[in-house]
């Protein structure tokens, strides 16, 4: 095409070259406008697979589904629940977030009831509220008798700086820390036994594996006692 125009613009006048040029064009667009048209009845659209954005597909098999582990088992439902920012130090509260940690709710409420903690209090009335919550709210719906305490940890807050006097008319810097617990309820799932293994039968003689309970003796001092209250 190029090689054409070329010898039409050596050989032929100005008036005769614009109309051979526009001839020119106008074959070229023609072949090529007949080019795609043939590619486009060959060519089959790619239809891109959801992922990116649901307009390509038809997303109503992939709505209302459960959403499943590895392994193919259901996952189970949690709540998870945090108390706000209050003056305490993250040092402190991690003490707490063990003790109340793999306990169920109840137990968990009443260990922070008779604690002498001070953040003891705040966080009673924390699982109060997320067991309430949690058991009330339809798109939780669970069972108040099987909620355990799966995960506890702990967060920082702010630091608040505060002016320290000191002797001649020097001064310093207090800080004073914030923190916050956050936690993870779940539903406490009965242990399945394997079928075709019978249980152990009592025979005297056997290791207990129980420890036997035994009266405190108060005239013993207690070492390394347990973070939990056993009554």
Same mark, same amino acid.
């Given at each position: ?16 070259? %614009? ?80 003790? *109340?940690?793999?306990?169920? *709710? ?56 505060? *002016? ?51 009266? %405190? ?15």
């Amino acid at each position: 095409m190029f090689g054409a125009l070329k010898s039409a613009l050596r050989t032929q006048q100005p008036t005769s070259t %614009l109309r051979s040029l526009n001839q020119v064009t106008t074959r070229g667009f023609q072949v090529m406008a007949a080019r795609f048209a043939e590619q486009k009845n060959t060519m089959t659209p790619i239809k891109p697979e959801l992922g990116a954005s649901s307009l390509f597909g038809d997303v109503s098999s992939h709505v209302n589904q459960v959403p499943v582990e590895q392994g193919g088992k259901a996952t189970a439902k949690e709540y998870q629940f945090s108390t706000a920012n209050f003056k305490t130090s993250t040092k402190k509260l991690r003490l707490l977030a063990n003790q *109340i940690k793999g306990l169920d *709710i109840q137990n968990a409420i009443n260990q922070m009831e008779f604690s002498q903690k001070r953040p003891g209090k705040r966080i009673m009335n924390t699982l109060a509220f997320a067991r309430t919550n949690a058991t009330t709210q339809e798109k939780y719906a669970m069972d108040a008798g099987k909620l355990y305490v799966d995960r506890a940890w702990v967060g920082k807050g702010i630091y608040h700086r505060r *002016i320290k006097t000191h002797a001649r008319g020097k001064f310093g810097v207090m800080h004073h820390p914030t923190a916050h617990l956050k936690f993870t309820l779940k539903e406490r799932v009965p242990e399945v036994k394997e079928a075709g293994r019978a249980t152990r039968r009592d025979i005297r003689g056997w290791k207990q594996t129980k420890k036997v309970w035994m009266p %405190l003796i108060e005239d013993k001092p207690i070492y390394n006692p347990s973070r939990l209250y056993n009554w």
